[in-house]
């Protein structure tokens, strides 16, 4: 199985502020990476897949990056509603496997 | 609207059996992959299940042998099918379409795939 590693598991950044959130996987995945945000007591939303591109509706200030097995989700100028738990998840291979989030507080 | 619905949920016994439904409307359901993901309390999120189109069925160690996943296309209906339950299988379950995008990169078409929409998530709780 592919293990995802996330790095940091928690943040705290201010508003306005740029965060960038790491992700390795095990072994090379392309750029089968995906990242989800989650806010509590709620399902994850879709924010970037195949890498680096920017689901529908998503604003520009999230960004992903990266190939093979290092990748990181940058949120240029937090907002209030960007205080979540973010994941990514491999789609390379099954089983498909998530990291272990990264909790980004005020 | 697109829109998974879930349920089933509820309290079992450790070795009990439970049934989780997921109804889904606003897309083509037969024409699209559908997966199980699971949150156990406070945790991150583990994949389950995944169903193609063309049924074929997909597990992780954890699960297999006792989850069964299935569908009924003319219903718009995803099912999973839980035996055997421990402890550790208490979570809330989510429903997820598997969603693609075929893009050429370097001369190779790669296909891209990710979950969504989610379902709104069904607590199983696992506990004598």
């Known amino acids: 199985d592919i293990q995802m590693t996330q790095s940091p598991s928690s943040l705290s950044a201010s508003v306005g502020h740029r965060v960038t959130i790491t992700c390795r996987a095990s072994?090379?995945?392309?750029?089968?990476l995906n990242w989800y945000q989650q806010k509590s007591g709620k399902a994850p939303k879709v924010l970037i897949f195949?890498?680096?591109i920017l689901q529908s509706g998503v604003p520009s200030r999230f960004s992903g990056s990266g190939s093979g097995t290092d990748f990181t989700l940058t949120i240029s100028s937090l907002q209030p509603e960007d205080f979540a738990t973010y994941y990514c998840?491999?789609?390379?291979?099954?089983?498909?496997?998530f990291g272990q989030g990264t909790k980004l507080e005020i | 609207e697109v829109q998974l619905v879930a349920s089933g949920g509820g309290l079992v016994q450790p070795g009990g059996s439970l049934r989780l439904s997921c109804a889904a409307s606003?897309?083509?359901?037969?024409?699209?992959?559908m997966h199980w993901v699971r949150q156990a309390a406070g945790k991150g999120l583990e994949w389950v299940s995944g169903?193609?189109?063309?049924?074929?069925?997909y597990y992780p160690d954890s699960v297999k042998g006792r989850f069964a996943v299935s569908r009924e296309n003319d219903k718009n209906s995803l099912y999973l099918q839980m035996n055997s339950l421990r402890a550790e299988d208490t979570a809330v379950y989510y429903c997820?379409?598997?969603?693609?995008?075929?893009?050429?990169?370097?001369?190779?078409?790669?296909?891209?795939?990710?979950?969504?929409?989610w379902g709104q998530g069904i607590l199983v709780t696992v506990s004598s």
């Open positions: 997820a379409r598997q969603s693609e995008r075929i893009i050429m990169v370097r001369g190779a078409y790669n296909s891209y795939t990710w979950f969504d929409p």
């Open positions: 606003g897309f083509t359901f037969s024409t699209y992959d």
């Open positions: 169903i193609g189109t063309d049924g074929d069925t």
């Open positions: 072994q090379s995945i392309s750029s089968y």
């Open positions: 195949g890498a680096s």
């Open positions: 998840q491999q789609s390379y291979s099954t089983p498909y496997t």
